[in-house]
Protein backbone atom coordinates (compact mmCIF):
# COMPACT_ATOMS: atom_id res chain seq x y z
CA UNK A 1 0.00 0.00 0.00
CA UNK A 2 2.76 2.52 1.01
CA UNK A 3 4.28 1.62 -2.19
CA UNK A 4 0.89 2.68 -4.36
CA UNK A 5 1.17 6.21 -2.66
CA UNK A 6 4.77 6.98 -2.89
CA UNK A 7 4.08 6.17 -6.59
CA UNK A 8 1.45 8.81 -6.65
CA UNK A 9 3.45 11.33 -4.55
CA UNK A 10 5.74 11.27 -7.12
CA UNK A 11 3.34 11.86 -9.72
CA UNK A 12 1.85 14.94 -8.00
CA UNK A 13 4.93 16.15 -7.43
CA UNK A 14 6.62 16.02 -10.83
CA UNK A 15 2.76 17.40 -11.94
CA UNK A 16 3.70 20.36 -9.81
CA UNK A 17 7.07 20.74 -11.26
CA UNK A 18 6.08 20.67 -14.56
CA UNK A 19 3.26 23.12 -13.90
CA UNK A 20 5.50 25.64 -12.16
CA UNK A 21 8.27 25.24 -15.16
CA UNK A 22 5.40 26.42 -17.89
CA UNK A 23 4.40 28.69 -15.23
CA UNK A 24 7.75 30.37 -14.82
CA UNK A 25 7.90 30.05 -18.84
CA UNK A 26 4.92 31.88 -19.66
CA UNK A 27 5.42 34.58 -17.13
CA UNK A 28 8.22 35.93 -19.08
CA UNK A 29 5.95 36.09 -22.12
CA UNK A 30 6.18 32.73 -23.51
CA UNK A 31 9.36 33.13 -25.04
CA UNK A 32 11.31 31.77 -22.63
CA UNK A 33 10.14 28.42 -22.87
CA UNK A 34 10.76 28.52 -26.67
CA UNK A 35 13.80 30.68 -27.46
CA UNK A 36 17.04 31.50 -26.07
CA UNK A 37 18.70 34.36 -27.37
CA UNK A 38 22.29 34.23 -28.47
CA UNK A 39 25.07 35.39 -26.35
CA UNK A 40 27.85 37.72 -27.76
CA UNK A 41 31.60 37.93 -26.13
CA UNK A 42 34.21 40.54 -27.01
CA UNK A 43 36.76 38.72 -29.38
CA UNK A 44 38.95 41.88 -29.99
CA UNK A 45 39.07 43.72 -27.19
CA UNK A 46 35.74 45.92 -27.88
CA UNK A 47 34.70 47.62 -24.74
CA UNK A 48 31.11 47.69 -23.30
CA UNK A 49 30.29 50.43 -24.94
CA UNK A 50 30.97 49.26 -28.20
CA UNK A 51 29.49 45.92 -27.44
CA UNK A 52 25.94 47.25 -26.88
CA UNK A 53 26.67 49.48 -29.54
CA UNK A 54 27.04 46.71 -31.81
CA UNK A 55 24.44 44.57 -30.55
CA UNK A 56 21.45 47.12 -31.15
CA UNK A 57 22.61 47.43 -34.70
CA UNK A 58 23.09 44.07 -35.08
CA UNK A 59 19.37 43.78 -33.58
CA UNK A 60 18.18 46.20 -35.58
CA UNK A 61 19.94 44.37 -38.87
CA UNK A 62 18.27 41.16 -38.23
CA UNK A 63 15.21 42.76 -37.98
CA UNK A 64 15.45 43.91 -41.10
CA UNK A 65 16.63 40.73 -42.59
CA UNK A 66 13.94 38.51 -41.43
CA UNK A 67 11.04 40.56 -40.14
CA UNK A 68 10.88 39.58 -36.31
CA UNK A 69 11.07 41.61 -33.59
CA UNK A 70 11.86 39.08 -30.76
CA UNK A 71 10.99 41.43 -28.09
CA UNK A 72 7.29 41.82 -28.72
CA UNK A 73 4.83 39.42 -27.26
CA UNK A 74 4.86 36.07 -29.05
CA UNK A 75 1.51 35.08 -31.18
CA UNK A 76 -1.85 34.10 -28.78
CA UNK A 77 -2.09 30.31 -28.86
CA UNK A 78 -5.81 28.83 -28.01
CA UNK A 79 -3.67 27.13 -24.89
CA UNK A 80 -4.85 24.19 -23.52
CA UNK A 81 -7.93 25.32 -22.39
CA UNK A 82 -11.34 24.54 -24.24
CA UNK A 83 -14.74 26.16 -23.33
CA UNK A 84 -18.05 23.25 -24.58
CA UNK A 85 -19.03 24.51 -28.19
CA UNK A 86 -22.88 23.03 -26.98
CA UNK A 87 -21.74 20.18 -29.89
CA UNK A 88 -23.24 17.50 -27.24
CA UNK A 89 -26.65 19.31 -26.15
CA UNK A 90 -27.08 19.96 -29.77
CA UNK A 91 -26.52 16.34 -30.87
CA UNK A 92 -28.47 14.94 -28.36
CA UNK A 93 -31.60 17.18 -28.98
CA UNK A 94 -31.20 16.87 -32.81
CA UNK A 95 -31.31 12.60 -32.03
CA UNK A 96 -33.95 13.00 -29.91
CA UNK A 97 -35.84 14.25 -32.66
CA UNK A 98 -35.13 11.80 -34.86
CA UNK A 99 -35.05 9.12 -32.45
CA UNK A 100 -39.06 10.23 -31.31
CA UNK A 101 -39.78 9.87 -35.35
CA UNK A 102 -38.37 6.83 -35.83
CA UNK A 103 -39.74 5.71 -32.36
CA UNK A 104 -43.23 7.13 -33.36
CA UNK A 105 -43.23 4.27 -36.61
CA UNK A 106 -42.05 1.55 -33.97
CA UNK A 107 -44.71 2.26 -31.60
CA UNK A 108 -43.02 3.98 -28.91
CA UNK A 109 -42.33 7.67 -29.48
CA UNK A 110 -40.68 7.97 -25.75
CA UNK A 111 -37.98 5.22 -26.50
CA UNK A 112 -37.19 6.13 -30.12
CA UNK A 113 -35.90 10.26 -28.67
CA UNK A 114 -34.10 8.43 -25.84
CA UNK A 115 -32.34 6.02 -28.18
CA UNK A 116 -31.94 9.09 -30.68
CA UNK A 117 -30.78 11.63 -27.69
CA UNK A 118 -28.13 9.19 -26.27
CA UNK A 119 -26.46 8.67 -30.07
CA UNK A 120 -27.01 12.66 -30.33
CA UNK A 121 -24.40 13.09 -27.51
CA UNK A 122 -22.23 10.54 -28.15
CA UNK A 123 -21.92 12.08 -32.02
CA UNK A 124 -21.77 15.56 -30.31
CA UNK A 125 -19.04 14.03 -27.63
CA UNK A 126 -16.84 12.62 -30.62
CA UNK A 127 -17.09 16.35 -32.69
CA UNK A 128 -15.26 18.26 -29.42
CA UNK A 129 -12.94 15.75 -29.35
CA UNK A 130 -12.05 16.41 -33.35
CA UNK A 131 -12.46 20.23 -32.25
CA UNK A 132 -10.23 19.81 -29.98
CA UNK A 133 -7.18 17.50 -31.93
CA UNK A 134 -7.84 20.62 -34.73
CA UNK A 135 -6.62 23.22 -31.85
CA UNK A 136 -4.38 21.21 -30.37
CA UNK A 137 -2.79 20.63 -34.14
CA UNK A 138 -3.07 24.43 -35.12
CA UNK A 139 -1.41 25.34 -31.59
CA UNK A 140 1.31 23.29 -32.33
CA UNK A 141 2.23 24.61 -36.10
CA UNK A 142 1.45 28.47 -35.09
CA UNK A 143 4.25 27.30 -32.24
CA UNK A 144 7.13 25.81 -34.78
CA UNK A 145 6.45 28.85 -37.04
CA UNK A 146 7.02 30.89 -34.12
CA UNK A 147 10.19 29.00 -33.65
CA UNK A 148 11.37 29.09 -37.34
CA UNK A 149 11.38 32.46 -37.04
CA UNK A 150 13.30 33.19 -33.90
CA UNK A 151 16.00 30.99 -35.06
CA UNK A 152 15.89 32.92 -37.84
CA UNK A 153 16.21 35.63 -36.02
CA UNK A 154 18.60 34.92 -33.92
CA UNK A 155 20.92 33.30 -36.98
CA UNK A 156 21.38 36.63 -38.37
CA UNK A 157 21.89 38.31 -35.37
CA UNK A 158 24.68 35.94 -34.36
CA UNK A 159 26.29 36.07 -37.89
CA UNK A 160 26.43 39.99 -37.86
CA UNK A 161 28.16 39.99 -34.51
CA UNK A 162 30.47 37.69 -35.64
CA UNK A 163 31.18 39.27 -38.73
CA UNK A 164 32.07 42.39 -36.12
CA UNK A 165 34.81 40.21 -34.20
CA UNK A 166 32.41 38.61 -31.35
CA UNK A 167 32.48 34.98 -30.52
CA UNK A 168 28.75 34.34 -30.17
CA UNK A 169 27.10 31.46 -28.37
Known amino acids: MTSKLDWRARKIRAAVKLTMALSIGMAGGGTAALAQAPISYPGAGQ ?46 AGGAMLGAVGGAIGGDTGKGAAIGAGVGATAGLLKNGRERRNQARANDQAAAQYQAEINAYNGAFAACMQGRGYTVR
Not at 64 to 90: C, F, K, L
Open 47 to 92: SLEQQAKDEAECRSWATQQTGVYPYQAPPQYYGNSYAPSGNIVRGA
